[in-house]
């Protein structure tokens, strides 16, 4: 496998001369690569911070940048620009422009958690990706990506009724993402399950498409699970300034229908 390198030196910046002759010299072609200056001025010293704010993302500053996550990851072993490293990296110096330009792929990272197994400084890289692509969301960079959209419809369904049933999960999925809800897979696998499966566990998965199992006396413990989760929302919104941001925003929009 390639030694996960990834610099800020991208090709676009790179210029280079077909024909091209230096004090008598001909430097054509490769030798005569020359690099676009470049000067970073707007580095976002909160960018760190916002990050470990966010679940997954706490022990970020231990990073040392050894590589062992991005070398270990299926998915840059498909996708050469998918690199927890050099992600992690360019939150640490706060050069969020540069995170900017790889945004729509953060959040394909499977959490197989083979980078955390393989991080000597136990950053648990996966959890920083995940917490990225949460910053990248709530900053209104990002769509709710397709793997958010699956959290959110399990997470849901399980504080409302203590249960999991995985035929409302992948419908209320299908449902958020816009999708039909008859793939060609899923008739594939729902014959299989009728091939394969005991009837009596089939029978069961039937009803419970129907009928929501709930768990028994679940109310207390899903009160005191939401209201957990709405202090943390708070906190999150809070460490990322959401609500100053909401603020301006709204000033913003006020300002530009006056002027108009
Ligand atoms: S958890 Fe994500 S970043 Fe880590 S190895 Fe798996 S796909 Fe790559
Ligand atoms: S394996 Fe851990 S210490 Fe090494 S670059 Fe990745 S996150 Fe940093």
């Known amino acids: 496998m390639p030694i996960h390198e990834e610099h800020l030196i991208r090709p676009e910046d790179l210029t280079t001369h077909d024909n091209l002759v230096l004090d008598g010299v001909d430097v054509s072609g490769h030798w005569s690569t020359f690099i676009e200056s470049r000067v970073v001025t707007d580095y976002n010293e ?60 953060i959040w394909q990272c499977v959490s197989c958690n083979q980078c955390t ?31 958010k959209h699956f959290d959110e419809e399990f997470t849901d369904q399980v504080v409302a009724t203590g249960k999991i049933e995985e035929g409302r999960i992948l419908r209320g999925f299908f449902r958020r993402t816009k999708q039909p809800l008859l793939h060609d897979w899923m008739i ?63 000033h913003e929009l006020d300002d530009s229908e006056l002027n108009k």
Not at 121 to 135: C, F, I, L, Q, Y
Not at 214 to 221: E, F, I, P, Q, V
Not at 224 to 237: L, M, S, W
């Open 46 to 105: 909160g960018l760190e911070d916002e990050i470990s704010a966010l679940p997954g993302g706490e022990y970020i500053h231990r990073c040392w940048q050894c590589g062992s996550c991005t070398n270990s990851c299926p998915v840059y072993s498909l996708h050469e620009n998918f690199n927890p490293r050099f992600w992690i990296y360019l939150i640490r110096m706060g050069m969020d422009q540069e995170l900017l330009r790889d945004k729509d792929i």
């Open 117 to 147: 197994y393989a991080c000597p400084r136990d950053v648990n890289p996966e959890g920083v990706m995940k917490a990225t692509a949460h910053w990248l969301e709530l900053k209104g960079h990002t769509e709710t990506s397709p793997s």
């Open 188 to 250: 594939g696998m729902v014959i299989n399950l009728i091939k394969h499966f005991p009837i009596k566990i089939l029978t069961a998965m039937g009803l419970a498409t129907f009928v929501r199992p709930r768990t028994r006396n679940w109310a207390s413990a899903r009160d005191a699970i939401k209201e957990y989760v709405a202090e943390k929302n708070r906190k999150h919104r809070k460490a990322l300034s959401l609500t100053e941001l909401t603020e301006i925003a709204a």
